[in-house]
């Protein structure tokens, strides 16, 4: 949010000076207001308004609790006084605010005054009072209109107009691997049009909870760097998330957020909604006074099947525990919950090769190994999970263990 807008220039009596500022008394006091700006200009000036030397550049200044930002101007004239004529707009923001959203608002303010100075004199044959007239009224407009719609259209005079739109900004999005896979929390169909992306048109019918990165490259007949780099810019506007390949044959464990998943009914029957079958009915016939599987989910049950799940225990031997319920839903969607929510983690495989390297490249070349196993060595250092060695040698985990056989000293953890 902009804390604060002004408009300074270089007075040939006074220097430099703050000529407009919105909030009033904000960045200078009137001789009546007991109460302290948000910047003490003096301490700034110099740099608001600085030599030409430095003008025509982005500025940006950290004041106590606050950061300005700027674009200084120099227009060179025998008509000023001095033969120069230096202003700038600039807003404040708090310390802690992303700055980077609001660096195109200056260089578009210095652009467009700058244009208007030159044409007009716009700034400078403005004798209105402070804090009063057409700079002052654009100047509060802009601040309104930025803080609250985030976007503002502000007609300057027949010729020009003041079209500014804040886009937000978002964390980078975390790497991208192969076996990682995108599931979209929106319906992209709805927002696709013909100005899309080529490779982002071809993948958007294989992004399904399922595939992997890799899978949906080989699946679109797409080049994977480019199939990678579409699904970044969805995951930075939080189009998709990134989950891990979902297998019967891996482990689930729990974490402290499942405290509030259990104190939460709300949530509940979100996730009872989530993972019902549909049309599933009555799989049996009930005994008298037992609950349909479908009647019996409810919240309580939900918490004590995901207190179930933890490290060692497969998916496969879960569903063998709860053999009757689990008809009723499905599986990949109660993992897959249990993940978005944050209350539940996979459980990750890792291989380590503890044998010396010789032995290793020894029992290689003994093997025979073909060139899709002699790869295998460099995922052996116990940062690369199984999910991620299977997708990138296109093998089963049941193949990657019987390859681990052969290797040598080996040691699969868990974490």
Known sequence: MIKAIFF????????????????????TLGSETASEPLVHFPSVAATVIPRQTFCSLPMTLLHSRYRILGFPICL????????????????VLSRRTEASAYASVIAKLAALFKNLEETSQFLS????????????????????????????????????????????????PRPISPHHVPLSTVRLESLTDFNWDLTMLLILPHINGVNSVKK??????????????????????GCVILLDIFNFGASYALTAELGAFAGNPDVQEECRRYILLPDTGILHEPAAGMATEREALDGTKLVEMYCSLRQGLSVRSWCMEYEDVVRAIDIRRFITFGVIKGFLYRVHKYAIATAATS??????????????DRELGRYLDGNH????????????????VEKLKGVGDVQIIQK
């Not at 803080?147 to 937000?168: G, H, R, V």
């Open 8 to 27: 300074s220039k270089f007075d040939v009596h006074e220097g430099p000076k703050v000529v407009h500022q919105v909030p009033t008394n904000s960045i």
């Open 385 to 400: 999970c199984f999910d991620e060695i299977c997708t990138e040698l296109m093998i089963d985990e049941q193949d990657l």
């Open 216 to 237: 949906i490259a080989l699946l679109a007949n797409a080049d994977y760097k480019l199939v990678r780099k579409a699904i970044a810019h969805l995951l930075y506007y």
């Open 359 to 372: 032995t290793f490249s020894h029992a290689r070349e003994n093997a025979g190994w073909e060139k899709g």
């Open 125 to 172: 044959q403005d004798n209105s009072a402070p804090n009063t007239g057409k700079i002052y009224a654009l100047c509060e407009i802009l601040l309104e209109d930025l803080n609250n719609y985030c976007e503002c259209m502000i007609p300057i005079d027949e010729s020009n107009t003041l079209n500014i739109k804040l886009f937000p900004t978002y964390q980078p």
């Open 76 to 91: 060179t004239s025998p008509s000023y006084p001095r033969n120069e004529f230096i202003f700038n707009f600039c807003l």
